[in-house]
């Protein structure tokens, strides 16, 4: 590839991971935060498949250092390698580069330790955490797991975002952010143990910001006793 990865980079490749480069073909902002970027994979998908919530590993310059990002693909097209990515922009090297991206950029890209094992049994009823960071990885699972009623509790503002939801199976909780992320735990914690409870084959998913999603999995595995194969759960950025 182009530019080194540091030592990040050849820890992946010891690990076997496999290295792309992904050309954009167009953008669009979703909302004045929220901006979508349409990419050609390089030959990735013919290389990799595709499975839920997939998601790979951007790698940006920030002042002549690596600096890497995970974001999960939208609508891959494998016959066509294509597919898109979300950016809930902020401040920072990514959020600056899907800004300014433009037809004919180019990034590039790791895939490794990225998979999915649907739960077994099947869920009952589908429990998610998620926030604006984690919306694509969010509508790839409930594409996947499409026949159970899934509630979700989503940290921040919803309006003009791109919900893949259907309301007569899925409801969505907004929860403001407040206290670094409390509000949301008090409230999941709150609600949670009842809904659980009333569900055979319950499936918790969580993926917010490091520290919200270390607290909610300790609490759903130690307090609420749900084993690990029916809880997933990644921290998707830091605050």
């Not at 530019?3 to 669009?28: I, M, N, P, S, Y």
């Not at 290389?47 to 891959?76: C, E, S």
């Not at 401040?91 to 590039?108: F, I, L, N, Q, Y």
């Not at 609420?224 to 950025?237: D, F, S």
Request: glycine share 10%.
């Amino acid at each position: 590839m182009g530019q080194g990865h540091g030592w990040e980079g050849a820890v992946l490749k010891l690990l076997r991971a496999k290295d792309f480069a992904f050309t954009v073909t167009g953008a669009e902002d979703v909302t004045e935060h929220y901006r979508r970027v349409h990419l050609a994979d390089g030959g990735m998908l013919a290389a990799t498949g595709v499975h839920p919530t997939m998601w790979v590993r951007l790698w940006f310059d920030n002042g002549g250092k690596p600096h890497q990002r995970a974001y999960t693909l939208v609508d891959p097209d494998p016959a066509a390698g294509t597919f898109s990515l979300e950016f809930a922009l902020h401040e920072g090297v990514a959020s600056d580069w899907a800004r300014a991206a433009k037809p004919g950029d180019t990034v590039e890209a790791t895939v490794h330790g990225t998979g999915f094992t649907n739960p077994e049994p099947a869920p009952s009823h589908v429990f998610a955490v998620a926030d604006a960071a984690s919306l694509p990885a969010l509508n790839s699972l409930l594409g996947a797991l499409d026949t159970a009623p899934v509630t979700v509790w989503f940290e921040g503002g919803r309006e003009g975002l791109p919900f893949r939801t259907e309301p007569s199976r899925h409801e969505v909780r907004t929860v403001p952010r407040h206290e670094a992320g409390a509000r949301l735990v008090a409230e999941v914690k709150e609600a949670l143990p009842a809904l659980v409870g009333a569900t055979p084959d319950p499936y918790v998913w969580i993926a917010c910001d490091t520290a919200t999603t270390r607290a909610l999995t300790s609490y759903v595995r130690k307090e609420l006793g749900l084993p690990k194969q029916r809880v997933n759960a990644l921290g998707y950025w830091r605050p």
